[in-house]
């Protein structure tokens, strides 16, 4: 490997659940992202039916719809799929789940100034259970990330703990249905940092962001990568449409299962739901509406 992380990194990953490597990538890798976000939002815009395409935020800017979501990047242009396959990035992947893995899946979150929706409390292994967690989301920031502009918190140390994501009837939440408030399991840990900067994050690592009222925007490109043995745990149609996402990179393809980790709750799914907004939005007005409590996403005390 040529951009391998360093033993140093590798166990602070391990121990805290997540990693910070800033600057990973370059001003040119970033502004030829730019363009293509900009072609790819104008081109879906102007086309009338852009569902496929992305997802719009709620609330109008300067009485213009803004996006706040482009679906699967990876298979939408060359430039993402170049940064998801680059060395700099794939070395890195394989100090931490071995070094026979795919990309899962992939998405591009915008926060636009003024407006970038909140994400609510969750782990990501919520929404697809697998037979082990070495699996990586990989989330790379392609403007400054800071506090004031909705960066990501974390509460690190949970690698070996699911934490409930359902509702009292048993439906799938989207988020964190327990009180995580009062610092109990560790107070938030906000991870700031410049352009171009890569968090490597364990895919049971509690994750959360403030909506972006600042006047900046901070767009991430997510990519999830898997070990090879780390395979789905069905649960209908949805997991077969998610697999068809699914790239092979690196190592040979396995044949056989690894389990290991804490058992996945299998999520009760009734209905399609286009994003982890929507779901996060109808579970909490459903809970408001019993009176009930749900975690708080704040500022992450420094």
Not at 28 to 37: G, K, P, S
Not at 43 to 59: C, N, Q, T, Y
Not at 115 to 144: A, C, E, R
Not at 201 to 207: A, D, E, G, N, Y
Request: net charge neutral.
């Amino acid at each position: 490997m040529q951009y391998p992380l360093s033993e140093k990194q590798v166990q602070f990953y391990k121990t805290e659940g997540y990693l910070v490597v800033e600057r990973l990538y370059s001003r040119d890798d970033l502004q030829r992202v730019e363009q293509t976000i900009r072609d790819l939002t104008q081109r879906a815009l102007a086309g009338g039916d852009f569902s496929k395409v992305l997802e719009l935020e709620p609330e109008p800017v300067n009485g213009e719809r803004v996006p706040r979501r482009i679906y699967s990047p990876f298979e939408q242009h060359e430039t993402f799929r170049a940064l998801a396959t680059d060395d700099r990035l794939l070395d890195k992947i394989e100090c931490l789940i071995g070094h026979s893995f795919g990309l899962q899946h992939s998405k591009l979150n915008m926060k636009p100034a003024k407006v970038g929706s909140v994400v609510d409390w969750h782990q990501d292994l919520s929404y697809f259970p697998h037979t082990n967690t070495d699996i990586v989301t990989t989330l790379i920031y392609l403007d400054d990330a800071t506090e004031q502009n909705g960066c990501l918190q974390i509460i690190p140390r949970h690698q070996y703990h699911l934490f409930n994501h359902w509702t009292d009837d048993g439906q799938f939440a989207g988020m964190i249905t327990e009180d995580l408030d009062g610092g109990r399991f560790g107070k938030p840990v906000p991870l700031a940092a410049p352009a171009g900067s890569a968090i490597f994050m364990h895919c049971l690592t509690p994750h959360a962001s403030l909506p972006n009222r600042s006047d900046k925007a901070r767009k991430t490109l997510i990519f999830e990568y898997r070990a090879a043995d780390s395979f789905p745990i069905y649960y209908g149609e949805k997991i077969v449409h998610d697999e068809s996402f699914v790239h092979h990179l690196r190592g040979e393809p396995a044949r056989f299962a690894r389990f290991g980790g804490p058992p996945p709750y299998v999520p009760r799914i009734t209905k399609q739901t286009k994003s982890l907004y929507q779901l996060q939005a109808e579970t909490k007005a459903k809970v408001a509406e019993k009176g009930q409590k749900l975690p708080t996403v704040a500022a992450a005390a420094n």
